[in-house]
């Protein structure tokens, strides 16, 4: 079991930054693949920057130069610095993570909302 915890959400004027944090615990070992995902409504959950197989960065082309993950192995925290924010990155912003067992587990959410 892994358990997901995101903080760092909430509202910002465009041109503004935030951090989100994504805590794990429980068998942390067990994750392969970790990053964050985003849903607005109606839409479908948009896989924006994570740490996938083989120890690459995925950044979706909206966000690059703007938006960095990075993790802390010490702390099994993975952060999501996201800068130069446009109301377009309005959303509910979800952590995951992908085990060597090919089992995913989502964080509770946490809105970042980009006033303009």
């Known amino acids: 079991q892994v358990q997901l915890v995101e903080s760092g959400g909430g509202l910002v004027q465009a041109g503004g930054s935030l951090r989100l944090s994504c805590a794990a615990s429980?068998?942390?070992?067990?994750?392969?693949?970790i990053g964050w995902y985003r849903q607005t409504p109606g839409k479908q959950r948009e896989l924006v920057a994570g740490?996938?197989?083989?120890?690459?960065?995925y950044y979706v082309d909206s966000v690059k130069g703007r938006f960095t993950i990075s993790r802390d192995n010490a702390k099994n925290t993975v952060y999501l610095q996201m800068n130069s924010l446009k109301p377009e990155d309005t959303a509910v912003y979800y952590c995951?993570?992908?085990?060597?067992?090919?089992?995913?587990?989502w964080g509770q959410g946490t809105q970042v909302t980009v006033s303009s």
């Open positions: 995951h993570a992908i085990t060597t067992g090919w089992i995913d587990y």
């Open positions: 429980g068998s942390t070992f067990s994750i392969n693949d």
């Open positions: 740490y996938v197989s083989g120890g690459s960065i």
